[in-house]
């Protein structure tokens, strides 16, 4: 298998050590992307005064045989008859001020902080990119501490250290010794435009590093009830609980069903496959036409009518309408 592309590639420092390695992502969320999709009545638009412009019969999840006898329905045919009626477009992220209302541009955009109702310190972009911290080319490992002191909770994203060419003999001590002390490095790096606090941890293969959340940014836990007295028996029962589940980890046990799911109803539809409108002059200019062309008609007909007299004249009307308007749609 291919090695991934690295994030970062610089040198690790630690006393008068200098090893060259590179950051490799050790783990990502996965999740299904959706685009937003506008969806509308292909006759949207047609005014409701002339309901005979959609000439095919009322969907029903029924249809006759050649035997005249009454037949269901799939799901599938009636998903296909309800894609059918419906015309699907791409949306897009419109920026409103809103104060007016009026759309904005993306580069008008400047970030701003609420201190108070209604009121925001506005930040100057080039204010925001100076107080950015320089993407580093080392990596200063200055502490080692007890693996076993160390909270998983500080523990924000991973990362694998690779060496580079060269540095194997140096990587492979450096590990060799933090497993068999059963220690964690603790470094410091900039990059993202931050600076990270990282924990290096050794695994049986190779050291993982780990950005950590700053200690503001972990929250207190809730009361649990420590506190309370529990009993000799009472403790033995959970403990002997515990031993009943006793069991190796094994990560690959776990499924994503959402994800799961969500991947089988993609693949189930697959072949319903849709094709997306773009607005284009010529489709604006669809239904100004079609008015026209409903005015004209009605304008030749109040022109018969008057040449013509008839005893119902409403009536006929709309009945002219029908015939005329369906084939003018087809052409």
Known sequence: MAMQSAVWSGHLHFGLVVMPIRLLVAARTKTTHFRRLYRKPVHEGVPTSFPSFSLDREESDSDLNEGGEETRATPEEMNDRHMARHQYSPVRQVLQSEDTGREIRQEDVIKGYEIGRNEFAAIDPQQLKAAEIETSDTIDLFHFVKATTVDPIYFERS???APDSGAEKVYTL??????????????RIGMHRREHMLILRPTKDCLVAHTMFHANEVRPGPHSGSTMEISDREL???????????GEFDPTQF???YQERIRKLIDAEGRNRIETHQATPASRRGAPDLMEQIRLSLSQIEKRSDAKPSKK?????????????????RA
């Open 159 to 161: 990362y694998y250290v």
């Open 174 to 187: 450096l590990l060799g010794a933090m497993r068999k002390e059963e220690c964690f490095g603790i470094a």
């Open 236 to 246: 033995s029962m959970a403990t002997a609980l515990i031993k009943g589940y006793e």
């Open 255 to 257: 499924k994503d069903l």
């Open 313 to 329: 004249p409403v009536r006929k009307t709309p009945a002219v309408v029908v015939k005329k308007k369906p084939q003018r749609l």
